[in-house]
């Protein structure tokens, strides 16, 4: 699960006039989809020209304006002033990162929301999807289009449910999409937390420091997603737009609140992570405090032993025990007896030999 | 006290339309049972049929309707309908697990709950448990019909005074019961801290350092459970819903301040807990201080000794102390003296010896 | 100053009826004191029968009804019926622990309210109180009757200010007491923190990790408990009941001030116990460093000198510098040499000989 | 900077009555300057005797009353009543240490400050400065009466801007001059933690673990008095008191604004004390890797060698090494070998040679 | 990234009146340019006395008015009371630093905000910058005229977008351009914590610590004043000032979002900073593990050793093995054995020989 946390955003030159747009260069290139519905039925296709767009702007249907890749200058300012919107929320949708957030311009609404995705290696990538709501239409913009809103199509193509229903509706389809994407992200993460107890509590390594540090600030920036979302759908929730109908509310409260469960979730995942730094530590310690007691065992034995052998090397010319008969071999007994002893009481302070038969009576 | 954190819910697939219900598979085969009552009695029994819970559904009596088991999709949706349940409440009701809440929709109300229940190891265990509550009648869904409502179906029964409120002191009397529910598994969370606080002190182990985790993250789950409970509780007692009475919203303020004492003993659980792992840690330090102290003292002692023999033990042939009558026994006198003054001086020191004979006087 | 921190409440079982009241079993016999007083005079006694209580309802006089002993529910419930008491007021009076708080109710308010004290030993005893407020009348409920009201039984017997107040200003005297009682525990627990931190610092002892850690769990507990009182006597100050006139509420606002005081002491005491844990692991770390430099500086010096002694001890045939004239003083000068170079190296470092010095200098 | 923290209040005794004063016992000789002032001139001098006050009483002119000095009952009493004094104003003044806090009483508001200053030795003083504003005087209190409102008193006597303004404007602008008082303390802690800084990463002695924690004392003491007085002058500058004209609120808005700056100025450095200590203990642990790599070095060179002589040192009847011409050299040659390629590892390792070289290049 | 957190602030004397100027000494000496424009052209110029600025105070033309360096009392004085300006704000203005704010005056609204700039060495350099706001006139005070506003002055000069709006556009053009340059320190701020994110965790060295240290301060001073900037903008984007047109309060929110995102970057990279103290903490526990193991391998392996060779040194007379004519042989064969099944144990407790292979496998 790899993620930088260097903010690295697309802005204008510092200074420059609001609403100038900085360009990704050399940016996918741009595509546009349109669907347009009703209860009677579904029409899609590609458009080529952004003056195409022009009889969907105005109802009754539905429409729904996808832009994938945000490389066209010239065309995003020809839908700005197609669809009259605000120069600042056209430049919030280029110049990412924004911060997520649901704004109230004069005819339509902007909503900036963060895509989280896990890739084939499991890590996160995370990607900003612009919405404008207007009264008939919602135009959605994503940097590099994945599939990630094929559900949806899927529903309006197939279902009537949602085509009975206004831009509003569509508008919370494709946000709570967007959300609902954050639980496969929270599932891995927490199994990843689940993984990394278990490693730094039974087989702490270098690697699991790193893995854990890494965790944590992956939960930190999805916390930080996650608490903009709630904010931004507790706004819409609450009704701060006009173009959210009483009814379309409920649903997004609904998001609203899968937004709080995930950020709750979050929450705890971050203390938990910082916990698990200091099971991290406290497993160093016991390891090391095992090491020094090996050390301290084989030292505290055979240094005296040492010492005594020491003794009886030397060359005095008056050292009467050489001579005795029995020296030798009593002075291996007082040896192996008093090793033995250490022995005894090194055990008894749990220090050697039950270190490998259970967790539970393992002495730290 | 085992509970992994991870978050696996069960969701409906990304994108699904909302309404979608997220069945269990294999879930426990749904059971429903129905009580209706009034002043003048009761009358209960479980239904096979939908269809049968019609007459319950306009009063005047009230009907208290208990599902088991979620696995059941036409007969939930048939419930929906006959009850005029919002798709969404349904949805929240299946598609587990939801954050606690309350909320109002059209001709009802919403309550999530979570139960808290210790098993026989003593480990706790978390369920969602959902109640509907209309003028007339509380649904209450759960996934293992377990007999937690048994005391209320008593009271209902035997006494008097809930047969003679509304439906509002039902779902109060159903809500309060899961709360207190929570003070057992409190009781015994401080009484695994006051162990473990001993643990730690006196004898910190391998596992100890786990267990101190593993009740981190128990308290931190409770915790977020119980925040949620005092915040719906909290909505429903400042009368947020206009299906409970005046007169029942002190009883819902008086289980909100259930919600309250339970969360801030779960507060100051949690500081207790990021606490002992301090003191764990310290016990670690301590314990390294102490191998390191008989290592050192015994090295200190023995290898100036070691070196002192090993000078007589050299083979010059011009060493005149080799031959000097009392050299050996004044050689011994010097080292027993010299290990001596090592002695006292590592006593003084407090490193030796003084250990066993009480904590206070223990130097660290 | 021993505390423990399990949750040990006296709650009727799960499920129970609201307002079933759990009373503890072999409680003090129930004692009833009742002053009633008015300006021209004060009559008090001990009342044995509930019903003898009945004329000090109505005023015009103040009635200050003590109830010592929570063990006797039929007159607890005569109580309850003679001044209109709410069964869930009653039974939060019995069913100990409830949160501190205040809550109005018909025709009286609810104050529960936790004494702290300091018993010969120094350890705190908390318990709880609570006080039913009438217009004309206060009952106070106390489990364990202690002379902690003396004084303000010693004003109205003795002044007329008091007498010439209502039972507002009563009530305010009471809970101002119980108030005060709290600055003799944190002038205490200030008083610990500052042997604590001379004992981190200077002389850490392994029972000094656990004495911080109880001051820690001391403060937690009461800071709860303030934080509480604080709440409810902001709700009192603000005038949210009835009962509390205009005049009285600046009584209760003063009685909030020291409330908040308190807790913000104890905040601070709370974050001073976090940073001394910190000194005491950093206590243990320096002598940790002290314990290996001694070690270290041993082996260094006289680990080389037993290689070089060990070489002369070594039996080859042909060894010219064993027969050398001077080599045996040459080898001592050498070593010595080599020693005092060593010791100077060690003690340009810090690591010898001015350890005992003083504190400032002493290198860690 | 020595601070103690233990809370010795002078309270009456639990229970008293509240107004009752509890007068400090041996305090200063109590000591009254009065200034009356209008746009024509000041009268000033020493006051013998309250009563003499009366005329400063109803204005027109502004009269700054001070009093040095609390340990004077019936003067504070008869003061009290000329004044027209609530008795819990009084005893706050009086009974020290109440929070910093501003509040209005029927004819005049409180204000309860806490002035900081730097003594000799460069330790914190604290002192509780009460200030009683009426109409048309200002009565401060202090303890031990300082110079530090000099410089007001100079400008009353020297300017008339402030001899233009009324009563507020005098408070405000001796709670200014308390508040601007925190500014060299502030920046006097700046200077020692940034002292402390140097010390913990280059030279941490024992002593610095001392002084981080009492910098942290010091400055949770000082954000909390600061917090206090940010709360009092908001209110103040927001009219809360019908003593504070339209115009003088934008003067308390800028004493408002300045305790919020301090406050956050204090906050950081509260989070730079607890990095400060996370430093050293990081030094600590550097330290300690320091040592037990010399350590390490010499034993894992010298241990094996020491053994190998020990071989050439044994007795065997039949050890033909011993014979062979060449042996010894040879032994040198090996031994001599052996440690070079020790050396080279553990310089690989970094564990020797580089470490006084640069901070850069120093391995952990 | 130096930077250093001492508050060393301008103030006048403690007790001075207030509006009292401290004025820099030896500051850059003043410099005043004046731009005027319309839609209609561009009148720009350094002025030299300050009296030629008042033909720009009343409009209809906008008018920004730049003073690089405050050292001028009189000039100052002389422009405040051209414009009107409170004395409180002329002092804000003077009296570095002054907290973030935007507050209003009678006439005039005062913006203080905080310029962040990289230095040539990657340090982080912060300046006060102020602006008073009229009707037609924004003033802008810079204590060392920087090129900061080139991009500002050059629309004016070349677009008509600028000229067209108010002098709440151009106040809002200036200050964005001071929050926009945050982004380039914070993505420099991002950019060091890999750097020590990857040295923390891979090649800790005593400098680590202080570089993390250090980058944590910054980022607490800049989260410091960019919470001021968000909370001065967003008062004014909800419209507290009467200068603020509602068309320009949509580009001050835009403003205000931007304070939050870099405000909620710096709240994460706080975080991130304390965990890489621990993951550096860790890392030295992993060095020092290391460090030991290779010292108890050694000493454990050889120490045993040592004992028996000194066994066989001895000089018993009666010593049979000494004869024996494979016993040098034989004690050679046990010894390796000896130590070649310590190094098996060792190995399968990871203690050597895998350490360099990869972090993965890699014990710690």
New interface residues.
Partial sequence: MVQ??????R?P??????GVLALPEGGAPRRIHAISYGIDGVEEGDVGDIGALAPLRDGPRVAWIEIDGLGDEPGLQQLGSLFGI?P?ALA?VVNV???S?A?S?EGHDLVIAWMAQLDDEGSCRLEQVSFLIGPHWVISFEEEGKD?????RA?IRG?T??RSQGADYLA??LI??LI??Y??V??SI??V??EL?DEA?A????????RI?QA??LI??LA?AM??HRDALGGLSRGESPRISEGAR??F??AY?HA??IN??L???R??A????????????????E??????V???I??????L???????????P????????PT?WVLMLASAGVMWVFFRRKG?VGREREG??????
């Fill in positions: 930088r946390f260097a903010f690295h955003g802005k030159p510092v200074g420059a006039h609001p605000h600042l919030d990162p924004q911060r957030k704004e311009y990630v809103f094929d559900p949806v529903r279902g449910l949602i919370y389809s709570d999409t609902d994407g639980y496969p929270i599932e927490g199994e937390l689940e107890e509590v087989r702490p390594t270098r690697a699991t420091m790193g540090h944590r600030r930190l920036t930080r608490r903009q409920v649903y409260r609904d609140d709080v469960q709750e979730v929450e705890s995942y203390e938990i910082v916990g698990l730094m200091e099971v991290y530590l406290s497993s160093l310690s016991n390891r090391l405090n090491v020094m007691k090996v050390l301290t084989i030292s505290t055979f240094i005296p032993l040492t010492f052998v020491g003794v009886y090397g030397m060359n005095f010319e008056h050292m025990e050489l001579r005795w008969r029995w020296a030798y002075l220090w967790g539970g009576a393992d002495d730290a």
